[in-house]
């Protein structure tokens, strides 16, 4: 399962956001398996189409597609020197496919800040330095390997030295891996090297509740979101403790909760849908009167892979898609329907998936 990370300096938040993410979460009876770990969290990606797919169908049973968030709590200043939870901590990031770095940008004088003020752009150097030297250490190791065999004019090391020397020269510059525009054949290069500072970032600003209806005023969310445009990441402003409240409540509680501020979202699923298209997901749906049911795959899948995801037997006797798109479904008003105005397509194996289509997959056994 895809996975996002949370991380920040201590006292921001991350625990109030990753308390709010587990109460929000899917029964741990229907995802037995996210019981293992107590730092992964389990959340439904909102999807309002799944909801009109429901109510048109009227299935038996209805289930969203997921993602997990892990909580990774332990970075502090000299993590890259193994200080605090240091390697550990750096380690379990290098298994998430995306960060979520919370930053501190309520003030509070309850609530004591590691550094002593609220700073949030200090904050997120603090965290990416740490990031960069780990990075750094990597690099350095890995051109020791290489440098040799690149003297002995082999191809492949020297095309590798070639890109470790760039990244070794940015990291140096406080810039972070996935600033680096990379060509095709250095892509899967750069990707072998698992960095840390190469995965997706997203900032989640923690403001204060009474500024949730209209951050725009919040001067530290203003820097974070120009240091955040210069690196062309995404900033999710959330009140995290607000988030824990609302996670504790049904549907019905939760959207005349948001409307009293004005919001239709919740911050919590905000986060979700912008993880979700920073990591490159989309939805395709199935729609049977047994279930309705989404189901995320990456952009660019083809119908038999796309298939795969359900049971490797779909893929491995795939013969056809039967596929409608979302908004010919609700068009026509059912499957039926859309088939008498044509709108039904019989897609084959080379047939690239799109976000929203419904699918029946036609397979030999
Ligand atoms: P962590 O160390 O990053 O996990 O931070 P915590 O989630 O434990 O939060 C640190 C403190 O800040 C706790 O006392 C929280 O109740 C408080 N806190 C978290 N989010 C907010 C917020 O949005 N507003 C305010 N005022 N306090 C918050």
Redesign the pocket.
């Known amino acids: 399962a895809l996975t996002a990370g949370i991380v920040?300096?201590?006292?921001?938040?991350?625990?109030?956001?990753f308390n709010a993410i587990t109460k929000a979460g899917v029964e741990a009876a229907n995802y037995p398996f996210a019981t293992i770990d107590p730092n992964v969290g389990v959340v439904e990606v909102p999807d309002k189409r799944l909801n009109n797919i429901t109510q048109l169908v009227k299935p038996k049973k209805t289930v969203p597609t997921t993602i997990e968030f892990t909580d990774i709590?332990g970075i502090v200043k000299g993590a890259s020197k193994g200080e605090g939870l240091g390697n550990k901590f750096l380690s379990h990031i290098r298994q998430v496919d995306a960060i979520c770095h919370?930053v501190r940008c309520?003030d509070?004088g309850n609530?004591t800040h590691v550094s002593g003020k609220v700073d949030p752009i200090s904050d997120i150097e603090t965290i990416n330095l740490e990031l960069i030297f780990a990075d750094l250490e990597s690099i350095d190791k890995r051109i020791g390997r290489v440098a040799k065999l690149a003297k002995t004019k082999d191809k492949e090391a020297v095309a590798e030295l070639e890109v470790l020397e760039i990244l070794k020269e940015a990291l140096e510059n406080n810039q972070m891996a996935n600033a680096i525009e990379f060509s095709d054949e250095q892509e899967p290069i750069v990707k072998s090297l698992f960095l840390l500072t190469r995965k997706k970032m997203i900032y989640v600003a923690?403001?204060?509740?009474d500024e949730v209806s209209d951050p725009s005023n919040n001067p530290y969310l203003k820097q974070v979101e120009a240091l955040a445009a210069e690196q062309g990441a995404e900033v999710v402003p959330i009140?995290?403790?607000?988030e824990e409240e609302i996670a504790e409540l049904d549907d019905e509680e939760k959207s005349d909760f948001l409307a009293g501020y004005g919001l239709e979202e919740s911050g919590l699923d905000r986060l979700i849908q912008s993880v979700y298209s920073l990591l490159g997901l989309s939805t395709y749906f199935t729609a049977g009167e047994q279930e309705v049911r989404a189901w995320t795959f990456r952009n660019g899948t083809k119908a038999p892979q796309a298939a795969g995801i359900i049971h490797s037997d779909f893929e491995r006797g795939f013969i056809r898609a039967e596929t409608v798109s979302y908004e010919d479904l609700m068009t026509y008003g059912s499957m039926q329907a859309a088939k008498e105005a044509g709108r039904v397509r019989s897609e084959g194996k080379e047939y690239v998936v799109k976000d929203g289509d419904i699918m029946l997959f036609r397979f030999n056994v």
């Open positions: 920040g300096l201590p006292n921001v938040g991350k625990s109030t956001l709590a919370v309520f509070d609530i923690n403001i204060a509740e009140c995290a403790q607000l």
